[in-house]
């Protein structure tokens, strides 16, 4: 535990605020996987019932066509937010603000005016109430309703907001350093930038490129009728998981140079049948538990809401 507690802290940031705002960074870039799933919110302020997000196929897709839409913002500022933790520059704080807290700040009030409209019939001709009043009766009524997601992607903005301003009353300073940092620093420091640049790839253009993917089969989907079978489905997506592994490759390829590339074609070798068994059972174990956690928590919330009635 002692030896778990070192390495731990070994990779934790020296400042607990750079901490702070590398996870706040992380729950912007992981908003495509948060639960935007709608739930119930209150019907008191509508003149008519609920239109269920749930039931309402054409309410449904345009929530999901608003999540499209906005997964583009999102990851812009989450990548200014890693760029800004790694690469210092002369005002990091117009950085952070312009590019980061700016995009994520209008995405959010989109979904939420997005959400609101979704959820609800268009009001009357002849509304009692004003549309501003209306929404803004709604939005008290309804906060703590909100998907999963909403509440996620506030901490984050909150957190790299707090960051900002810390930097701006110098606080704290970039870019993240971890503890005894001038300890591991070695005569071949040269290789250090092309790592981060790697690691700075795998973690935002590759998603982007995944996300284009996605989007271009979703074309496909829309405009041949013949690709909206369950094969078609299946294969796309094992397409666009070998393509964005292969694109993967040869990026990781291109960073090593030549002297890298060498010294993988020379570390080449079949493993030990022991350790192939544990390096295929570890995704499996990781896919299971993930698909097991969102069984238990929709098979809890069916239990509890519609037991007996679906």
Same mark, same amino acid.
């Given at each position: 535990?002692?030896r778990?507690?070192?390495?731990?802290?070994s990779?934790i940031?020296?400042?607990?605020?750079? !901490?702070?705002? !590398?996870?706040?960074?992380?729950?912007?870039?992981?908003?495509?996987?948060?639960?935007?799933?709608p739930v #119930?919110?209150?019907? =008191? +302020?509508?003149h008519?019932?609920l239109t269920?997000?749930?039931? &309402?196929?054409?309410?449904?897709m345009?929530?999901?066509?608003?999540?499209?839409?906005?997964?583009w913002?999102?990851?812009?500022?989450?990548?200014?937010?890693?760029?800004?933790?790694?690469?210092?520059?002369?005002r990091?704080?117009r950085?952070l !603000?312009?590019?980061?807290?700016?995009?994520?700040?209008?995405? +959010?009030c989109?979904?939420?005016?997005?959400?609101? #409209?979704?959820?609800?019939?268009?009001?009357?001709?002849?509304? =009692?109430?004003?549309?501003?009043?209306?929404e803004?009766?709604w939005?008290?009524?309804?906060f703590?309703?909100?998907?999963?997601?909403?509440?996620?992607?506030?901490? @984050?903005?909150?957190?790299?907001?707090?960051?900002?301003?810390?930097?701006?009353?110098?606080?704290?300073?970039?870019?993240?350093?971890?503890?005894?940092?001038?300890?591991?620093?070695?005569?071949?420091?040269g290789?250090w930038?092309?790592?981060?640049?790697l690691?700075?790839?795998l973690? @935002?253009?590759?998603? +982007?490129l995944?996300?284009l993917?996605?989007?271009?089969?979703?074309?496909?989907?829309?405009?041949?009728p013949?690709?909206?079978?369950p094969?078609?489905?299946v294969a796309s997506r094992i397409?666009a998981?070998?393509?964005?592994?292969?694109?993967?490759?040869?990026?990781?390829?291109w960073?090593?140079?030549?002297?890298?590339?060498? &010294?993988?074609?020379?570390?080449?070798?079949?493993?030990?049948?022991?350790?192939?068994?544990?390096?295929?059972?570890?995704?499996?174990?990781?896919?299971?538990?993930?698909?097991?956690?969102?069984?238990?928590? &929709?098979?809890?919330d069916?239990?509890?809401?519609?037991?007996?009635?679906?």
């Amino acid at each position: 535990m002692k030896r778990l507690a070192q390495f731990l802290r070994s990779v934790i940031p020296a400042d607990p605020w750079q !901490l702070a705002f !590398l996870v706040g960074v992380v729950l912007l870039h992981i908003f495509p996987r948060l639960s935007w799933r709608p739930v #119930q919110v209150d019907t =008191s +302020l509508l003149h008519d019932p609920l239109t269920l997000l749930q039931t &309402d196929e054409h309410a449904r897709m345009e929530w999901s066509q608003a999540i499209t839409i906005a997964v583009w913002p999102m990851a812009l500022a989450s990548l200014v937010g890693y760029l800004t933790c790694f690469w210092s520059s002369p005002r990091p704080v117009r950085r952070l !603000l312009w590019g980061a807290v700016l995009p994520a700040l209008l995405t +959010l009030c989109f979904l939420l005016f997005k959400f609101s #409209q979704v959820t609800a019939y268009p009001p009357s001709v002849f509304p =009692s109430v004003p549309g501003l009043a209306l929404e803004y009766a709604w939005l008290r009524s309804n906060f703590w309703r909100l998907p999963a997601g909403f509440y996620m992607s506030i901490v @984050g903005l909150v957190l790299i907001a707090l960051f900002a301003t810390r930097l701006y009353l110098h606080l704290s300073v970039l870019p993240l350093s971890l503890p005894n940092d001038s300890l591991h620093r070695q005569d071949d420091s040269g290789s250090w930038p092309k790592v981060k640049t790697l690691i700075f790839v795998l973690v @935002g253009p590759i998603f +982007l490129l995944s996300v284009l993917f996605g989007l271009l089969f979703v074309l496909i989907y829309a405009f041949l009728p013949q690709s909206r079978s369950p094969e078609f489905g299946v294969a796309s997506r094992i397409v666009a998981e070998i393509l964005q592994a292969v694109i993967l490759l040869i990026v990781a390829l291109w960073f090593l140079g030549e002297s890298g590339r060498k &010294d993988a074609r020379n570390s080449i070798q079949l493993p030990e049948p022991r350790c192939a068994f544990f390096a295929a059972l570890l995704p499996i174990g990781i896919c299971g538990s993930v698909g097991a956690a969102k069984y238990l928590i &929709d098979r809890a919330d069916w239990a509890a809401h519609y037991f007996g009635k679906t």
